[in-house]
């Protein structure tokens, strides 16, 4: 499988959500099974049903992080060197063309991406827009109201 690129902050909340899984969500999950069955006749035990479900989805989410991680490719982007130009975990100031209005963006791997936190996926079009430009740069970007244009104020590593 390829590796798919993950901030450090990114690969550290998926080590979180993993260390919770694993000793929180699977060990409760463990329990209500083993309180549904001294309930009696499991053929028409609701209670274990739903327990059984939740287990399901707790392993399956343990083994979708897990691969999430052996196949990751940390980058910090403190430690970037890109003379400036946009790349994976750059965070850019940018200013809409049209409207003058000014946003920062933080290009991150699909994981991480939340918009509202200002974190953009790397697959998303504004991101791939604006990959290997500079400061002063002007990206289009197809989005679904048409074509907008985004000016690069400023490109860091941080």
């Given at each position: 499988?390829?590796?798919?690129?993950?901030?450090?902050?990114g690969a550290?909340?998926?080590?979180?959500?993993?260390?919770?899984?694993?000793?929180?969500?699977?060990?409760?999950?463990?329990?209500?099974?083993?309180?549904?069955?001294?309930?009696?006749?499991?053929?028409?035990?609701?209670?274990?049903?739903?327990?059984?479900?939740?287990?399901?989805f707790?392993?399956?989410?343990i083994?979708?992080?897990?691969?999430?991680?052996?196949?990751?490719?940390?980058?910090?982007?403190?430690?970037?060197?890109?003379?400036g130009?946009?790349?994976?975990?750059?965070?850019?100031?940018?200013?809409?063309?049209?409207?003058?209005?000014?946003?920062?963006?933080?290009?991150?791997?699909?994981d991480?991406?939340?918009?509202?936190?200002?974190k953009i996926?790397?697959?998303?079009?504004?991101?791939?827009?604006?990959?290997?430009?500079?400061?002063?740069?002007?990206?289009?970007?197809?989005?679904?109201?048409?074509?907008?244009e985004?000016?690069?104020?400023?490109?860091?590593?941080?």
């Amino acid at each position: 499988m390829t590796k798919v690129p993950v901030t450090v902050n990114g690969a550290e909340k998926l080590r979180a959500e993993l260390h919770h899984l694993k000793t929180v969500e699977r060990p409760r999950a463990i329990s209500a099974i083993a309180e549904a069955r001294s309930h009696g006749d499991l053929s028409e035990n609701a209670e274990y049903d739903a327990a059984k479900e939740r287990q399901a989805f707790v392993e399956g989410r343990i083994k979708e992080v897990e691969s999430k991680l052996a196949n990751a490719q940390i980058i910090d982007p403190k430690l970037l060197d890109a003379n400036g130009r946009c790349v994976f975990g750059a965070t850019l100031d940018l200013e809409d063309q049209e409207s003058g209005s000014r946003v920062s963006y933080q290009i991150v791997g699909e994981d991480e991406a939340d918009i509202k936190a200002g974190k953009i996926s790397i697959n998303s079009p504004i991101a791939r827009a604006l990959i290997g430009k500079f400061a002063g740069d002007i990206a289009e970007v197809q989005a679904p109201g048409g074509v907008r244009e985004y000016e690069v104020i400023d490109v860091r590593y941080n």
